[in-house]
C-alpha cells in the first residue's frame, strides 16, 4: 500500500478520530485506526467498539492496501510536519514509511485483520435532518444523563419520532429530567424508521461525540438505523453508535401535571441569586431552599418574590430575595442547587417560569420563550 | 492457533462439547473441573476460537477456519467478543470489578461474531463478592452468549456458582503425554530431570514444566539435605536449616518446601514398609540413613504435623515460626540426632 496526501487534509480527518479512540482498554487494538486506500481516496475507521467513526479524504493512490496504526501517535505525527505533502507506504511486515520532506520515519503497524470488523453503513436508509436541531435538543438533555452504570437504560438520552410527528429527545438520572421536542421542517415522517418510532436509547458518550464530529456549519445531516445501531452521517463522515438496550422509565408517570400558579423570572437574576446563596450551602449536599410566595410581616399578605436561603453549620446562612412575577400561595421546597443551575445553563431565553407544587413534587422549571422544552428537578428533604 | 488435535487424553469432556454444540444444545455456562495444568483453558480457548469463528457453518464442531479475520484476532486474544478473566493483584484474586466488566460486556451485542465468549481462569480465585456479582449474568445471560469457568478447586466455589453452571470434568494427563509435551517445549532437558519431574507431576504439564524450570528438582535435594544436617545437641542447626529453607520470604515458596518435606515422608514411608527400593545416589543414600534411624510411628505422626503446617501456611501464619516447630518435630522422629 502507498499513498501520497496532503498533510492538511490528513490531519483533520486524523483529528476527528481522537474522541473514541482510547489508550486503556483492554484490547490495545483499540488505539489503532484502520487505513484503507483504494481508488482515489484514503478511508479511516477508528472504534471503541461502542462508537465507530469512518472518515475519508481524497490521495493519489499509487497502490491500494490496508493496514492498523496507533492513531494518536499518527496524528502526533503527522500535526508536527511542516511539508504540504505526506506520503505513507506500508512494508511487508505491516509497518508503514512516512516521508515528507526532510523527515523520515517508520511507525509500528499491524495487520489490518486485527482490527474489528466496523459495521458496514453503507446499505443503511438515511433520512435528513438539520443539524442546529439535532445539535441544539442535545445541549439540552446532555447534561441531566445518568453516570450510574448500575442502571444502564438511563446512561444514554431516549429518542423517539413520537405519533404527532415530533423528535423527542429525554434524559434523566433519577433526581431530574429534561426534556425537549421539536417539530423539524422538511422532515417525511411517513418513511421514519419503525425502530425510531419506537425509540432508542443513544449512550451519552455517543451524543458527546456527534457533537464534537458534527459541524453545525454544515446543515446536510442525516441519520439511519441499522441492527442496534444508530448512524449518523455529514459528508464523508460517518459515525454509528451501539444503542442501549433496555426500556427508558415512562414518562407519563413523572410528568407533573400543570400547577396553577407559575412564577416568571428573569433568568439572569435568578442565575446570580443562586450563586451567592450557593456559598452557604452545603458542600456534601448543595442544599438550597426555594420559597416562592414570601409572607409578609403580618402574616397573611403574600408578596411575589422568590427567596433563596442555605445555610451549612460550617458557613452560616445566607438568603437572597429575587422579584418575581407570582400570585400563588406560598410554597417552599429544598433542591441540589447545581440541578437547577445545570438547567438555567442551557436555557436561551431571558425569562423562566418556575412551578413548585409542593415540598416533595416534582418542581417544573421552563423557558418563556420556549415552551416545548420542559426540565423537572425533584426536591430533597432539606 | 489452538487447535483440538493439541487436546489429547481428554476424551470424555471433548464428547461432551461435542454432543452439545453438534446437537444445538449448547449450555451457557460451563465449569471445567480437574487437576491444574492438564489442559482446561487451553480447551476453552480452542472452543472460543471455535464459537467466535465467523466462517464455521452452525452445529459442527470444528477448529476455527484460521481464515477469517475473527481467527486472525484469536490468535493474539485481542478479540472484541472474547473476554478473559483471570486473577490479579497482591492478593492473586478476581474482585467484583472484574465481574462487573463481565455484565457490561454482555450488555451489547456481539461485535462482529455470532457468540461472545467469556473464559473465567481460575474461577475459584474469585472472592465472594465478585461470585455473588457474576450469579445473574452466569443464570442467564444473552442467548449468544457462552461462559467457561476453569478451576482446578471447584469445591471452592460458591454452592451458587456450581448449580448454575454445567461440569466438565478433565482427567490427568498420563505420562507418556507428558513426556511427548515436555520434549515439544523443553527439548534439551535431560531425561533423568524430565522423569523425575513427571513423576512429582501428577499428571500435569504446568506442574511438570515449572518442576523443570524453577529448579524444584535442586529445592527437593536441598531441602533434604538439611534435614540430614540437623542435630539434637546443637538446636541453631535448626534456625540454620531454616534460614536455608526460607531464603525467599515467599507463601509460595515456603509451602512447596513442605510439598518436600512431605515427599521425604513418603518415600521413608515405602522404605521402611519395604515397598520402595533405593537406588545408589546421593538421595538414596540420604533417605537411607533417615529411614535406618526412624521408627515408623514417628514418621507417621510427623506426616500429620505437615499437613497442620500446609494449612497454618495458607492461612498466613508466621513462616518462620512454623519451620522451626517443623523441624524441632523432626529432630525428636529421628533416633540418631537424640541426645544419648
Known amino acids: ?371 416545548e422544552a420542559i426540565y423537572i428537578v425533584m426536591p430533597m428533604r432539606v | 492457533m489452538k487447535t483440538l488435535a493439541n487436546i489429547q487424553g481428554q476424551d470424555a469432556a471433548l464428547q461432551h462439547l461435542k454432543n452439545a454444540i453438534e446437537s444445538d444444545r449448547m449450555h451457557h455456562g460451563y465449569i471445567f473441573k480437574g487437576p491444574e495444568g492438564v489442559g482446561k483453558r487451553h480447551f476453552a480457548l480452542t472452543l472460543a476460537t471455535m464459537l467466535l469463528c465467523v466462517k464455521r457453518p452452525e452445529r459442527t464442531f470444528i477448529d476455527g477456519c484460521n481464515q477469517c479475520p475473527s481467527c486472525h484476532k484469536m490468535k493474539t486474544l485481542q478479540h472484541p467478543d472474547l473476554l478473559i478473566v483471570e486473577p490479579s493483584g497482591a492478593s492473586n484474586t478476581i474482585k467484583i470489578n472484574e465481574i462487573r466488566e463481565i455484565s457490561k460486556f454482555v450488555r451489547n451485542h456481539p461485535f462482529e461474531s455470532p457468540h461472545q465468549v467469556i473464559i473465567i481462569d481460575d474461577a475459584h480465585t474469585m472472592t465472594k463478592e465478585a461470585s455473588n456479582a457474576l450469579l445473574k449474568t452466569l443464570e442467564e445471560p444473552p442467548h449468544w452468549v457462552r461462559m467457561f469457568l476453569v478451576s482446578h478447586r471447584v469445591n471452592r466455589l460458591l454452592d451458587t456458582i456450581r448449580s448454575r453452571g454445567q461440569f466438565v470434568q478433565f482427567k490427568k494427563l498420563r505420562n507418556a503425554r507428558l513426556s511427548e509435551l515436555v520434549d515439544e517445549s523443553l527439548p534439551q532437558v535431560d531425561l533423568a530431570t524430565k522423569k523425575l519431574a513427571i513423576e512429582l507431576a501428577e499428571g500435569s504439564i504446568s506442574r511438570t514444566l515449572s518442576f523443570i524450570n524453577e529448579g524444584v528438582l535442586e529445592r527437593r535435594q536441598l531441602t533434604l539435605e538439611m534435614i540430614e544436617t540437623l542435630d539434637a545437641n546443637h538446636p541453631k542447626t535448626i534456625n540454620d536449616a531454616v534460614s536455608v529453607l526460607l531464603k525467599s520470604k515467599d507463601r509460595a515458596h515456603a509451602s512447596e518446601i513442605v510439598d518436600h518435606l512431605q515427599l521425604i515422608i513418603r518415600d521413608l514411608v515405602g522404605v521402611l514398609s519395604g515397598t520402595r527400593i533405593l537406588d545408589d545416589s546421593r538421595r538414596g543414600l540420604l533417605l537411607k540413613k533417615l529411614a535406618e534411624s526412624a521408627r515408623l510411628n514417628d514418621i507417621l505422626k510427623l506426616r500429620i504435623q505437615l499437613s497442620e503446617a500446609k494449612n497454618m501456611i495458607s492461612r498466613n501464619g508466621n513462616t518462620t515460626l512454623v519451620f522451626e516447630w517443623l523441624l524441632s518435630e523432626f529432630v525428636d522422629s529421628f533416633t540418631f540426632k537424640k541426645v544419648s
Open chain 1, 1 to 371: 500500500m502507498k499513498f501520497r496526501i496532503s498533510r492538511e487534509a490528513f490531519t483533520n480527518e486524523l483529528g476527528k478520530l481522537q474522541g473514541v479512540v482510547s489508550q486503556r482498554s483492554t484490547l490495545a487494538i483499540l488505539s489503532n485506526t484502520l487505513l484503507e486506500v483504494e481508488g482515489d481516496r484514503l478511508k479511516l475507521d477508528a472504534t471503541d467498539l461502542d462508537i465507530s467513526v469512518s472518515t475519508s479524504c481524497a490521495c493519489e493512490v499509487e497502490q491500494s492496501g490496508k493496514v492498523t496504526l496507533q492513531a494518536k501517535g499518527l496524528y502526533d505525527i503527522v500535526n508536527n510536519l511542516e511539508d504540504e505533502f505526506v506520503t505513507i507506504q506500508v512494508e511487508d511486515n505491516y509497518w508503514a514509511r512516512l516521508d515528507a520532506g526532510s523527515v523520515s520515519c517508520r511507525i509500528v503497524g499491524t495487520h489490518p485483520d486485527d482490527f474489528p470488523q466496523i459495521l458496514d453503513t453503507s446499505d443503511i436508509k438515511m433520512y435528513p435532518i438539520a443539524t442546529d436541531v439535532l445539535l441544539d435538543m442535545i445541549d439540552k438533555t446532555l447534561f441531566s444523563v445518568s453516570t450510574d452504570d448500575a442502571r444502564p437504560n438511563i446512561t444514554g438520552a431516549f429518542f423517539q419520532f413520537t405519533e404527532n410527528n415530533s423528535l423527542l429527545m429525554v434524559s434523566t438520572d433519577g433526581h431530574r429530567l429534561s426534556k425537549i421536542e421539536t417539530k423539524p421542517e422538511n422532515f417525511d415522517a411517513s418513511s421514519v424508521p419503525e425502530a425510531l418510532k419506537k425509540g432508542i436509547i443513544v449512550p451519552r458518550k455517543g451524543l458527546v461525540e456527534l457533537k464534537r464530529n458534527v459541524s453545525s456549519k454544515d446543515q446536510e445531516l442525516s441519520f439511519g438505523v441499522k441492527q442496534n445501531n444508530i448512524i449518523f452521517k455529514q459528508g464523508p463522515m460517518s459515525l454509528s453508535i451501539r444503542l442501549i438496550d433496555g426500556g427508558f422509565p415512562d414518562l407519563e408517570k413523572v410528568m407533573p401535571k400543570d400547577s396553577e400558579s407559575k412564577a416568571f423570572i428573569a433568568k439572569d437574576a435568578f442565575v446570580s441569586a443562586l450563586k451567592f446563596v450557593s456559598l452557604f450551602s452545603s458542600p456534601k449536599t448543595n442544599n438550597v431552599r426555594l420559597t416562592l410566595g414570601v409572607l409578609d410581616e403580618d402574616g397573611e399578605t403574600i408578596r411575589p418574590e422568590l427567596e433563596l436561603y442555605a445555610t451549612d453549620p460550617d458557613r452560616g446562612e445566607g438568603r437572597k430575595i429575587v422579584p418575581v412575577q407570582y400570585s400563588g400561595p406560598t410554597v417552599k421546597a429544598g433542591y441540589n442547587y447545581k440541578y437547577i443551575q445545570d438547567v438555567l445553563g442551557v436555557l436561551d431565553g431571558d425569562e423562566v417560569s418556575l412551578e413548585i407544587i409542593d415540598t416533595l413534587s416534582p418542581t417544573l422549571i421552563r423557558d418563556v420563550a420556549m415552551e
